[in-house]
């Protein structure tokens, strides 16, 4: 039998084989003599940390590979919100500067431009009848007829008018225009001072203001009350001096006036009886 010391003598031995240095081989490899398992298990186990830490390694690097994409989506939607709202908001911000403008434009325009009065309708043409003339929307009558003035007065009223009213200057040229020259063409129209000497008034009841007297009319030369024109063969007469007196009882031819479209009244004669 081996001897205690003798056993542990061998084991030292056998433990120094294991722990020797090896050498190489000619080939530069680790020679297969002297190799012992405890040093086969070390590297299978390094080996082994390896893998779990190169697998680990792997795992990660792809997790983060699929986290990051999605972070950066999400960032990237975030991002377009954000942008789409500053849109919108920029947007209104236009409009409403815009409605605001619109409003001060049509404010403007409403205090410059007046309001129009509705159109009215076009008044029918002014229209005399036969023979009549118009001149300052009144139609007027050269009678070819002689009649006192009353009765000239009467057959003006018949046809819808008056004895002739002359105001103006223009008018009298007018009507002293149309009458026809003659030895002495005389024509009554609507003044008289019959109610009162002198106090000359139209056949309207309004008192004569000035008017177109020949130089020393009236006279009263033989109870002249009635007013009429004359028209002569002489060139330098002007209508503006061309009123007379004259007796009212006188036949004379006369000027009747009317405004337009006026109706003859019935039921007087307008013949030559009056």
């Not at 999605?70 to 409605?99: F, P």
């Not at 309708?121 to 118009?134: D, I, Q, S």
């Not at 002293?176 to 024509?187: E, K, T, V």
Request: hydrophobic residues 35%.
């Amino acid at each position: 039998m081996t001897s205690g010391a003798d056993f542990y003598s061998q084991l030292m031995d056998e433990d120094e084989e294991d722990v020797r240095i090896p050498t190489f081989t000619s080939d530069g490899l680790w020679p297969l003599r002297g190799r012992t398992p405890g040093f086969y298990r070390l590297a299978t186990i390094c080996l082994g940390a390896l893998c779990v830490i190169l697998l680990m390694t792997i795992i990660a690097v792809a997790a983060q590979s699929e986290i990051k994409p999605e972070g950066g989506a999400a960032v990237s939607l975030e991002r377009q919100k954000q942008t789409q709202e500053a849109n919108v908001s920029v947007l209104m911000d236009t409009i409403h500067t815009l409605q605001q403008e619109k409003e001060e434009l049509l404010l403007k325009l409403s205090v410059k431009t007046p309001t129009r009065a509705p159109e009215r309708k076009t008044a029918p043409p002014v229209v005399c009848p036969t023979e009549w003339h118009l001149f300052n929307n009144s139609c007027y009558l050269i009678s070819t007829l002689s009649k006192t003035w009353s009765r000239s007065q009467g057959f003006c009223q018949n046809q819808g008018g008056h004895l002739a009213i002359i105001h103006t200057a223009e008018e009298q040229t007018f009507l002293w225009n149309l009458l026809p020259r003659g030895h002495w063409n005389s024509y009554w129209f609507g003044i008289t001072d019959g109610e009162t000497e002198n106090e000359w008034k139209w056949v309207d009841g309004r008192p004569v203001v000035g008017g177109f007297w020949e130089v020393g009319e009236p006279n009263n030369h033989i109870n002249e009350d009635c007013g009429y024109i004359v028209k002569t063969e002489v060139l330098t007469r002007v209508p503006i001096r061309s009123w007379y007196d004259a007796p009212c009882l006188m036949q004379l031819p006369f000027i009747c006036e009317k405004e337009p479209n006026a109706s003859a009244s019935t039921g007087a004669p307008v013949d030559g009886s009056l």
